[in-house]
């Protein structure tokens, strides 16, 4: 079935917000094997509105549309689907109480016109804001009215949306996501299309996400169970694939994986940071409940703070100069030992846009690591670090990294 | 004169990336007077693309294509528009010289085609990229081609089809950007809403961003200079309205502006973070050259940490515990001394989701600020701060914003 976007909102043609709803929509009915063919954007103005609902009804198997279902004058998604689909609307009493229940003393008349909807509809019930969505069928269009606002707008195609879509077509999709990190998207579709091409029933795409890649491995069947299952085959031979570049299948970033890997040691991090300026440390503790796990973090940016805090030796510095591997080796050490964590983690490295040796241009990080069971430096790979926001970011993946291959052993 | 944006692409319409070239053309569009009516997104497919471009054609003044300009078979944008507006494509040789010597070796046959534009056309020189843009009229409507990555798309329309427009209707636009902490968007607009009904030849518009607000003043006159000289006195009346909310003005961010004001005076900062863990350090570092006033950060997670690090008292911490004015006034004399900075700043909080008292719940955050003048402890208000992310960010962007305001007088 073929679909179209239709986005309502003076706001998105004007350029103030970017079109993520339509993103996002168009990635889950991807996912769930409806093709999208037409994403268009109009503002509040019933003509154009207008216009654009005829051409899409005339088109599409399936419309939905996102926004204009506010409470004021200039929301009109719903009178002009009802007059263009000839489905008139009525008060729906009992999301009228609902509304009522919800807004409580702050409740206007014109918020009463939310509750208004066309006749026979399916409603899809909003826990995320004031404005019901509905779906119904008219000339053999099926026509879904969603919120705009992302977080309504998200929920309600997730949770409401796809469910009446899947009755459609009869069963439902699983899907698994598998996180990688230090092999880009284009290699990781190289080494999986083998994998892919032999797949019958479940398909796979990799995505790439801010210096990782996350593949997603899809199927459909009657339960959501019966297609995860379907799944986690693949996801194991994709494992055997990509080895340790898997840092965990279904799990939201590399430091929760660190995090929460530590925790079930009993071990705990502490941190130093030169290049990366407090972004390892912002990392972990982005992760709620970091405290378990980690108490200290130390952001040397001087040379007096990497010896006056950390204990890096002067003579190291003279003679290898602060970005150095034995630099970075003595920053570990030493915020471990300063910290009496298990574990310490340490990064040295010309981040740019200037500085840097004819030896270790800008882009050369080293990363320090000093554990119970031993200590190393690694030097990530120049070549995708180029501006110095990715070199920070990168040193940051990779210092993380490195405690889940080496320390963890995930 | 209307304009209409069309995207050309099956990546967005399978969702793997979000459109953000249309809001930019249409942020640009629109702060230069022109109306943006309609955004569509159409696949690599012959068909629909011709019925896009058919439909445009017919409805709009202005019509700004964005992708299909690549190399391969895929890309079909400009000999789809040369088919639907007659403007058959010839080899521009001074194009294709260009292209050779950019790509070298890496040419391929198949490359020749991105030199290939319609007859009589305005080239748009692509120095971002290897396809070169173009605009033409005919039949009425203005059709300008740009590429679709966005690291292209964006100078492509902001240094060559901004020119060409401007062209068409005479005079320039300059802009100044009011940058606003503290100061929702929609208390801005109220607060600035009579200045803004009284301009005649500038506009006015508020912008919310990642907590912050942006006030763009617009005007358009003979030259940038000139432009820029009528928004100039508008700049000073928004000044004596927002007061020291304003703290900047075409600056890019609050770390940047402390950095610079620090560096103006030779003085250096120091930070001791709890519940920002490590990112106000990291927002410092982001800076290029922060290293010039920025050497020491200590993230102490724990209350031993706090005190073996900073010298907070175990007594502090005891009858007030370590969410509190005395423990984050503690921590900033102790970084400040532990550094040798002219300044020291610090954070101690509950971010969330879980923590918190009665008296101090989830969202509640100290600023401490030690510096050569004096010292101050700062509580911002809960109500902006419901998520950890909201907590963690509004409290790093509350200390960058008290440096500025008592330390710097900016």
């Not at 997730?158 to 996501?177: D, H, K, N, T, W």
Request: net charge negative; charged share 25%; with cysteine.
């Amino acid at each position: 079935m073929n679909c179209e976007i239709l986005a309502v909102g003076t706001e998105l043609l004007m350029g103030e917000i970017v079109n993520t709803d339509a993103q996002m929509i168009a990635q889950g009915l991807n996912e769930h094997g409806f093709n999208v063919y037409w994403q268009t954007v109009v503002g509040d103005n019933p003509d154009r509105l207008r216009a654009a609902l005829e051409t899409a009804k005339s088109r599409a198997d399936i419309l939905i549309t996102t926004g204009g279902l506010g409470p004021t004058a200039d929301d009109l998604t719903k009178e002009t689907v009802a007059e263009v689909f000839g489905r008139p609307l009525k008060m729906d009493e009992v999301q009228l109480a609902r509304l009522k229940e919800r807004m409580g003393p702050k409740m206007t008349p014109n918020n009463e016109k939310q509750a208004m909807l066309p006749e026979n509809c399916t409603v899809l019930v909003n826990d995320w804001g004031t404005a019901p969505g509905c779906a119904f069928e008219a000339d053999g269009c099926h026509v879904i009215m969603l919120p705009g606002p992302p977080r309504e707008c998200t929920p309600m195609f997730q949770l409401r949306a796809l469910p009446y879509l899947e009755q459609l077509c009869g069963g439902v999709i699983g899907s698994r996501y598998v996180k990688i990190f230090g092999q880009g998207e284009s290699s990781v579709e190289y080494l999986t299309r083998p994998l892919a091409d032999s797949l019958e029933n479940v398909t796979m795409a990799p995505y790439a996400k801010e210096g990782e890649c996350e593949l997603r491995i899809t199927a459909r069947a009657e339960t959501k169970e019966a297609a995860l299952a379907l799944c986690d085959p693949v996801v194991e031979q994709v494992k055997a694939i990509l080895g340790d570049k898997v840092y965990g299948v279904d799990v939201s970033s590399l430091e929760e994986v660190v995090v929460r890997g530590l925790e079930a040691r009993g071990m705990t991090i502490a941190c130093a940071e030169s290049c990366t300026g407090g972004l390892i440390a912002k990392r972990i503790t982005d992760v709620s409940g970091a405290s378990g796990v980690f108490g200290y973090g130390c952001v040397t940016y001087w040379n007096e703070a990497k010896m006056g805090l950390l204990g890096v030796s002067p003579q190291t510095i003279e003679q290898h100069t602060e970005v150095s591997a034995q630099c970075a080796l003595e920053m570990a050490r030493g915020v471990r030992r300063l910290a009496g964590a298990s574990v310490g983690i340490s990064t040295t490295g010309y981040a740019g846009p200037t500085g840097g040796t004819e030896e270790n241009p800008v882009g050369t990080v080293y990363i320090g690591l000093s554990w119970e069971g031993g200590e190393t430096v690694f030097r990530p790979d120049r070549r995708y670090m180029r501006t110095r926001e990715q070199v920070r970011r990168h040193a940051a993946s990779h210092a993380l990294d490195l405690v889940r291959r080496e320390v963890l052993n995930l």
